[in-house]
């Protein structure tokens, strides 16, 4: 099953969206910031044939929009708020897994003491509805406007996320008595720009003395019984529909034809 | 030996103070009664994991007809003295410093068009 993740950051990108489907053969496809008309580009991605199911009509969470390669009646969502939506997917003869989708608050109006904080309480009600649905195996994926090294994302009370497959397939920690479970975090891997370019999903270059210029605030986290079912081969921080470019000459977003932050994909096996 | 003194003070009538959670239990309680139960309306308390002398407050809204679809639509975070608290709402957080503030930001949320509109929503999809 491919997923592909975009913030798209309020621009009309419907012709873009869909040639980066038709070319990653995406299944599940996650927008964040759309303002998209969901039919017009419902249009645009079944221009060729008619594979793609519109958004669940249940869900209330405006900051996140899902489109589907099957019926939304297989991925209902379960619990939500304006901004995160957690979804039950049970396709037939499959294994039922949570997908996670969240758009979290922004470092333009939240301190990175903030953004920590309301990481411990967001992952309260993710784990409340792992607890409820029975499913364990949960892949949570979005805008997170934390990199992955940052507070919120670290801590043990926080999203417990750590960079290594070994460690998160290990019992959870314990801390001062309490018992949290890890996420793993691949995105950790795609830093830099050794391998591939660029070095990020989101480029702010910032006039502070302190600037990490490249950010990954883009992630793919994975609860560790699903680490398995994870093409790691497939993760890639997207730069080109095919036809466009999204990064100019020096490998940064053009922010200004597309989105400020760029589109991440990967499998996930069944 | 001395006799003990009561150095306490006089307390008179003691004035009970409703929590917070006291609170958000009777306005849920009226939404379920205003839907007729379609929708039921919780308040789930959580320990903070950030401070152990802290309580998250979750008002989330059920839908039982939908497999128990919820909607989380405010938490209030506060302490075992209830005020100042703080009340979590789409990602801000606002500071409360007693109940009649409580109790108007409270009116503010139940009233706005956006929640005003998770209600109708979920409603007519119950009720379909």
Sequence with gaps: MNFLFWNINGKDLSDNIALLCEKYSTDV????????????????????????????????????????????????????????????????????????????????????????????????????????????????????????????????????????????????????????????????????????????????????????????????????????????????????????????????????LFSDHLPIKFTINF | MAEANDLWPEFGQIEKIRSPKTIMIEQANFLNEKTKNVLSAKVETSSSSTSSQELIQFFKIYVPALNNYNFSLFYVRHKVIFYPLVIGLDGVQFPIDDEPQFVEKLIEIFNSTTTLKIIRTLYSQAVE
């Design chain 1, 29 to 256: 496809l996650i927008l964040a910031e759309s303002s998209v008309n969901d039919n017009n580009l419902l249009l645009k991605l079944n221009i060729n044939e008619s594979s793609y199911y519109p958004p669940n009509p249940l869900s209330n969470c405006t900051k996140i929009k899902i489109f589907t390669k099957f019926h939304f009646d297989f991925i209902p969502p379960v619990s939500e708020s304006v901004r995160f939506t957690i979804r039950k997917i049970s396709l037939p003869a499959q294994e039922e897994f949570l997908l996670t989708s969240i758009h979290y608050i922004d470092k333009s109006n939240h301190s990175n003491e903030s953004q920590s904080e309301m990481a411990s309480i967001l992952i309260k009600q993710i784990e409340a509805t792992e607890i409820e649905s029975g499913l364990s195996k949960n892949i949570v994926v979005g805008d997170f406007n934390m990199n992955p090294f940052e507070k919120g994302m670290i801590k043990a009370n926080g999203f417990n996320a750590t960079m290594s497959e070994d460690i998160a397939l290990g019992s959870g920690r314990v801390v001062q008595g309490s018992h949290y479970r890890y996420f793993y975090n691949p995105m950790w891997s795609l830093y830099g720009d050794l391998m591939t370019k660029p070095a990020g999903t989101y480029f702010y270059p910032s006039s502070e003395l302190v600037s990490y210029q490249w950010n990954i605030f883009d992630q793919v986290l994975l609860r560790p019984e699903i680490i398995s079912n994870f093409d790691k081969t497939s993760l890639e921080i997207i730069t080109t529909d095919g036809v466009n470019n999204f990064v100019r000459n020096n490998n940064r977003p053009n922010s200004g």
